[in-house]
């Protein structure tokens, strides 16, 4: 027997609070809740090092601010934590709630791809379909086997894919005036 869309359980906001804190990570999109494992090393240094790069650029221009693994609860259906954000000043201060997680878009978003199909297929349809309704202007998908980072930028309402890139190409972005780093350096 199939269950029906308005049959299935929907989660919110306030379920995570219910469940135990071992290391899962979990996520809301659409009320589906999205359990993964703490990410390897390597995820982990990707993502780290793509933040060092944002950091050092915002720093320099004190534009805005990049950090890692920042909870962003949309709504109470949708709560997810990616794995680093850029916001602007402006909207950084309009986007963090008392608890300090961000309660809004921030105009880039960065996921590191985590092994298997399932955590794939989550952040190349499921987050792109959820920023992309949002209000994210700009989504890097970033392949640590492949050593790529696919950008999507917004075009209309909707995020479109601009640009693949490789280990030998250089990323520069419309929100982020004067950055330009080689690929390269996220994956050393």
Not at 178 to 186: D, E, H, L
Request: glycine residues 6%; aromatic residues 8%.
């Amino acid at each position: 027997m199939s269950q029906s869309a308005t049959d299935r359980v929907r989660w919110t906001t306030a379920d995570l609070d219910l469940l135990p804190d071992n290391g899962t990570r979990y996520e809301i999109i659409d009320g589906e809740l999205f359990m993964t494992r703490a990410p390897r090393w390597s995820h982990q240094k990707v993502a780290g090092n793509i933040c060092a790069e944002l950091s050092r650029w915002s720093d320099e221009t004190g534009l805005g601010e990049a950090t890692t693994t920042p909870g962003i609860i949309f709504s109470d259906a949708d709560n997810v934590i990616p794995d680093v954000v850029w916001v602007s000043k402006e909207r950084l201060a309009m986007l963090l709630d008392e608890a300090e997680h961000l309660t809004g878009a921030p105009e880039l978003i960065v996921e590191v791809l985590s092994p298997g199909e399932n955590n794939e297929r989550r952040d190349r349809e499921i987050k792109l379909k959820l920023y992309a309704t949002q209000g994210v202007r700009e989504y890097w998908i970033v392949d640590l086997q492949l050593q790529q980072v696919q950008v999507y930028r917004r075009q209309q309402a909707t995020l479109q894919l601009a640009a693949t890139l490789f280990v030998d190409d250089e990323i520069s972005s419309p929100l982020l005036p004067g950055f330009a780093c080689p690929i390269t350096r996220f994956f050393r």
